[in-house]
């Protein structure tokens, strides 16, 4: 069954950093463009940042420029999202999701998660002192 596992959330101090993993299983990853999503409490999923399948281009919401990062392997089927300078606000569970895009090499944050493939099971991410 093709799937997407994530690893990498945990419990942060105000300005620590994390690095989310997700592993692309029984699918090969590189014609999908990859979001990472965060869901604080009783909200809905926001993209984040995108990775396009090559991984020439990203794109990251104006409050995570400059501290998040995000990358890929595709020999090995992985995407990472590096997270640094955490604050309060970047608290919550994050998803990767991935979107079938073999003809584009690029990268947009588009309101929505219905087109996406493949979704990881989430991942807490906990910022506080």
């Known amino acids: 069954q093709a799937k997407f596992v994530e690893s990498g959330g945990g419990l942060v101090q105000p300005g620590g950093s994390l690095i989310l993993s997700c592993v692309a299983s029984?699918?090969?990853?590189?014609?999908?463009?990859i979001i990472w999503f965060r869901q604080a409490p009783g909200k809905e999923r926001v993209g984040v940042s995108c990775?396009?399948?090559?991984?020439?281009?990203?794109t990251y919401l104006d409050s995570k420029k400059g501290r998040f990062t995000s990358s890929r392997d595709n020999a090995k089927n992985v995407v990472n999202l590096q997270m640094t300078g955490l604050t309060h606000e970047d608290t919550g569970v994050y998803y990767c999701?991935?979107?079938?895009?073999?003809?584009?090499?690029?990268?947009?944050?588009?309101?929505?998660?219905?087109?996406?493939?493949?979704w990881g099971q989430g991942t807490q991410v906990t910022v506080s002192s």
């Open positions: 990775v396009s399948r090559s991984n020439i281009m990203t």
């Open positions: 029984g699918f090969i990853l590189e014609p999908y463009r």
């Open positions: 999701a991935a979107e079938w895009t073999p003809f584009l090499d690029i990268c947009a944050l588009s309101p929505g998660t219905g087109r996406y493939d493949y």
